[in-house]
């Protein structure tokens, strides 16, 4: 059975104009060798971690500049934390151990750079330590937060769709439809919008005979990533 992760929180913080300086800090990682991904919109970079600790999560700061002088400044976060959940499953971007090294990609600007300046300016390590700008640090550890949230609020709906009906494939689509619309509207969607996913392909995927068996494999699964952000929100 395929079944459809969250693996990776990059979340763009902001993107503003020339003439905002980068802030020089302390990071353990480096990035490098950024350069356009061929046929898209997209830059890809190598994150190296030259520190003592696993990084899993880090603040970007790129400057992009043009040919006609001008130049466009991008903020960007990205948290494998999910990943120390399902670390079987195959992603680009992941935790980067000491003296290694994972790639990302970030967005582009629609015009291609004459030169990119990436910085990672933020890193937050598996055991939860960090080091780097305060700021983009406490945006991580609150991001885990809400994830952790939106998992309770999610896997409360769903424990009641399932109490409510017997589990069948025919059931799934009522058990769906009770988990897409939250009494509370979501502050992000991501992680319910996963789990309506998987429960589309238990439906198209898996027989009534293997269904629970299936359900409970997904439901600690679950509990597993909503467990995780929820560890991972308290930083030391």
Request: aromatic share 4%.
């Amino acid at each position: 059975m395929r079944m459809s992760w969250l693996l990776s929180a990059a979340v763009v913080l902001a993107i503003t104009s020339a003439g905002l300086a980068q802030t020089q800090v302390t990071v353990s990682l480096e990035a490098i060798n950024p350069r356009p991904v061929p046929d898209s919109n997209l830059i890809r970079i190598e994150i190296i971690n030259h520190g003592a600790n696993r990084a899993v999560a880090w603040a970007l700061d790129t400057t992009y500049v043009f040919a006609d002088g001008h130049s466009v400044r991008l903020l960007t976060d990205e948290d494998c934390y999910p990943q120390l959940a399902l670390p079987t499953v195959s992603v680009e971007t992941k935790p980067i151990a000491p003296g290694e090294s994972t790639s990302m990609t970030i967005g582009g600007t629609g015009e291609l750079p004459i030169s990119i300046d990436a910085r990672v300016v933020a890193a937050v390590f598996e055991d939860r330590t960090s080091e780097g700008n305060q700021g983009r640090i406490a945006k991580i550890f609150q991001k885990r937060a809400e994830d952790a949230e939106s998992w309770r609020s999610v896997l409360a709906a769903l424990s009641v769709a399932l109490q409510r009906h017997a589990l069948s494939r025919q059931t799934l689509e009522a058990i769906t439809d009770e988990v897409r619309a939250p009494a509370v509207p979501d502050k992000d969607r991501t992680i319910r919008q996963n789990v309506l996913n998987n429960l589309r392909l238990l439906r198209s995927e898996v027989d009534d005979a293997s269904l629970p068996r299936r359900m409970t494999q997904l439901l600690d699964s679950f509990e597993r990533q909503r467990q995780v952000a929820l560890d991972g929100s308290r930083p030391r």
